[in-house]
Nanobody
Framework: QVQLVESGGGLVQAGGSLRLSCAASGRISSINTMRWYRQAPGKQRELVAV???????NYADSVKGRFTISRDNAKNTVYLQMNSLQPEDTAVYYC????????????????WGQGTQVTVSS
């Protein structure tokens, strides 16, 4: 069984920063692409940032230049550094990853974390 556990959310004033973490645990052989999504109240879940195992990153236009995704492969952890936060960044942030386990052979399965709340006050 694989678990993704996010942390680092909270309440911050506009212009502030937060760093989200997402640690994967379980019988993990390797982790391929890791992602951060967010979902604001009344809105669809949207992809915020992507980081492949090869180091390629991609960001939503709304966060480019402000957010940075990174990973620590030794810790099976992905991070999202969020700077210059704005009220419109308020959402529940979810970690998502394609993970190969010792039970899945060569194939990865997709896993989600439980989410962490980020609230930005104006």
């Amino acid at each position: 069984q694989v678990q993704l556990v996010e942390s680092g959310g909270g309440l911050v004033q506009a212009g502030g920063s937060l760093r989200l973490s997402c640690a994967a645990s379980g019988r993990i052989s390797s982790i391929n692409t890791m992602r951060w999504y967010r979902q604001a109240p009344g809105k669809q879940r949207e992809l915020v940032a992507v980081l492949t195992s090869g180091g390629t990153t991609n960001y939503a236009d709304s966060v480019k230049g402000r957010f940075t995704i990174s990973r620590d492969n030794a810790k099976n952890t992905v991070y999202l550094q969020m700077n210059s936060l704005q009220p419109e960044d308020t959402a529940v942030y979810y970690c998502n990853a394609d993970i190969v386990t010792y039970n899945s052979g060569r194939y990865s399965n997709n896993y989600w974390g439980q989410g962490t709340q980020v609230t930005v006050s104006s």
